[in-house]
Every structure is written in C-alpha cells, then in structure tokens.
C-alpha cells in the first residue's frame, strides 16, 4: 500500500453504525488521529442519534437522516474550532451513536426484604422482582453524566445502577399506595406505572427514561405464606370447633399410615380423647323438647273474584278490608280448599263474619 492509499484510508468518508450487539448504548466511530473529512457522509438510522464532541466538549447532535458534514451543517463545531486555515482541512473530532431504541431486558430484584406497614397484618417483610424497560431521552446529557470518553457503553454498566434506583423507590411506592397487602396482587400494575413515572423523572438529568415498568411478582416470607394458608385453611372450614375436627382427622390418618410405636400411643390416645367426648355427651342432659301448643292458624287461604281476576290468596283480615271497600260483596265467587267450586261469599257461612259491618242492600223501591 503506498502512502496515499493509507492517507486516503485514514480520512473517513463515510460515518455510520450497524449495531449487532443488542446491549450497547453508546458506540465511539474509531478513528485515526480523530481526523474526519471535510463533506464526509454520516448516516443515521431509525433508533439513533450521532453526538459530534470536540475536545470534550459537544459541538453538534445530528437525529436519523443522511448528513454531509459540512460548515453549513456545523456551526457549533466551526465556531468552536475558529479555523485559521480554511474548511478542506479534516476536522479532528469525535463521533458518538447513540441508540435510542428501547431495551427490554432489564432485570430487578430485591436482594433484601422491603418492610412496610399493613393495616391488617401490621410490619411485613416483602420480596418483589420483575423487569423494565429503558431508553435513552437525551443523548448529549447521557454523554456528560454517565458514558464519558466510554468507547463502547453496554446495559451491564448502568444495569446495576438502575436496580439499585428501583428498590430504593419500591419500599416508598408499596408503603404509600394504601393497598392492603392482600390486594397487592391485583395493584402490581397500577404501582408500576406509578414507579415509571417516577423513576423517570428522578434519571431525567441522565438523560435516561424509564416508559415500562413491569411487577412480576410480590411475595412475603415463608411463615407468613404459611400462617395465611392456615387462615384460609380456617375460613374454608367455618369455626374453630370444626378445624380441629379436621385437624384431628388428618392426625390420625397420619398415625394410621405409620403403625406401631409412636403410631399405637398416638391411637390409644385419640381412642381415649373419642371416648371422654362420648361420656361426656352421655351425662350432658337432654334439652327438653319444646312445650306442646296448638298449630298456626292458616294464613292466605281464601280466593276471590274480584275486578273479573282471580285474586289471592287472602286471610279473613284482607277479605273484610275488601268487603269494607266494596271490591268484595256477597255475590263475589270466592274458594278455598275443602268447597266444591266457586260459590258466592255470602253463602260461605265461615265468612258471615266479614260482611258483618257491611249493610245489606236496600230493598226494591217501587
């Protein structure tokens, strides 16, 4: 290769990123010397941005397009740089891509338990884990506060970080969400949107958002899953009497499976505690049955034709208030159970009683 060639080659014209790595968040374009040529071509793509730094110091930020890096397109860097021996001359600087797209496989747990304070069960001690999503929403702020002169930044260095953010503001989202530790489960996505907005706005000088927080689980210490289980375990029987029914039951279905030894004594033991309840029941007295009386009296027994419907039933209380209305007279076809058929009320003589208020009608007048 002559020595023009390898001129040729250190001045780059053509400025671009294929990222195959699916982690890195940050790419430095290597360079020879820092020198990039006058009008070069700068591709970026869909989910990038190109960041320009010169001496440290951000000169341009070029969003997704083609670009030819010219003065025109530069004035930033043109005015830092106060060139003194005309534009042709390769600029010296750097070129940073940043991809912008969002990475998904973020990971978070809780190394140590969360304590926070439940109305119900007072001080508990919680687990959660999930995931998050992450994106980067202001490239130049992410080049000054976290990247630097980083050549090839990955999720693996911020990941750490960004868990460490996550738990801290866990503790705070769960104690302050008001919601009983038995609902917890039902509110995993509404805390966190919650926490995504507020991790969000805490990296914002970052330059880092976080648009997707994800709660897989939440989960309390093993005592305490097993001390809810025998609370639901009671609340599934009833009362406490049958729980130890049921507990006994399962005892000494237990020492039926193991015989002899520790399972005999066991038995013996449940035979005598069997056999003390019997006695016991035994010299329990009797309740008295209840003192004899005389049979309700029937209540709603009684049809009538009243309005051209059959109507009821009725008791003799609601027949005299109809009679005492004139919905029911002596020629309503009234029936119970016992008559023939229909017949008209005032030849029932068990309802004498009802039109006893109840005038007869008058006489023909003539």
Do not use: C
């Not at 991809?99 to 747990?109: A, H, I, L, P, V």
């Not at 039951?249 to 039926?256: K, T």
Request: glycine residues 10%; proline residues 8%.
């Amino acid at each position: 290769m002559g020595l023009w060639d390898k001129l040729k080659g250190e001045l780059v014209d053509i400025i671009e990123w294929l990222d195959d790595s699916r982690d890195t968040i940050v790419w430095r374009f290597p360079r020879y010397q820092n020198e990039i040529k006058m009008g070069a071509k700068l591709i970026v793509r869909e989910s990038q941005t190109a960041v320009f730094v010169n001496e440290g110091t951000i000169a341009d930020v070029f969003p997704p397009g083609t670009h030819t890096l010219t003065t025109q397109n530069l004035p930033i860097l043109s005015t830092i740089k106060g060139w003194k021996y005309g534009f042709d001359s390769p600029w010296k600087a750097e070129v940073y891509f940043v991809n912008t797209r969002q990475f998904t496989d973020m990971k978070w747990g809780t190394q140590n338990p969360v304590i926070v304070r439940d109305a119900e069960f007072g001080a508990v001690r919680l687990r959660a884990f999930g995931s998050f999503a992450m994106r980067v929403s202001d490239p130049a702020r992410l080049l000054t506060e976290l990247v630097g002169t980083d050549p090839q930044f990955r999720t693996a260095e911020v990941q750490e970080y960004l868990r460490q953010l996550v738990v801290s503001h866990l503790g705070s989202a769960l104690a302050t969400s008001g919601v009983p530790l038995l609902d917890l489960a039902a509110k995993q996505q509404s805390i966190g949107t919650t926490l995504s907005a507020v991790l969000t706005d805490e990296l914002a000088p970052s330059g880092i958002a976080i648009p997707r927080f994800i709660i897989e689980n939440i989960s309390v210490p093993p005592e305490v899953e097993e001390a809810l289980d025998k609370r639901t375990s009671m609340g599934v029987v009833g009362n406490l009497d049958a729980y130890t029914k049921f507990q006994t039951a399962n005892a000494i279905e237990d020492a039926a499976k193991n015989p002899g030894g520790a399972g005999d004594a066991f038995g013996i033991g449940i035979g005598m505690a069997a056999g003390q309840r019997a006695t016991q029941s035994m010299n329990t007295p009797a309740a008295a049955p209840p003192a004899a009386g005389p049979p309700p009296l029937p209540v709603g027994e009684w049809f009538a034709a009243i309005g051209g419907q059959q109507q009821g039933p009725f008791d003799v209380a609601a027949l005299t208030g109809h009679a005492s209305s004139g919905a029911l007279t002596r020629e309503t076809l009234v029936w119970r159970n016992g008559l023939a058929g229909w017949t008209a009320a005032g030849q029932v003589p068990e309802l004498s009683a009802v039109f006893a208020a109840v005038p007869p009608p008058l006489p023909p007048q003539g």
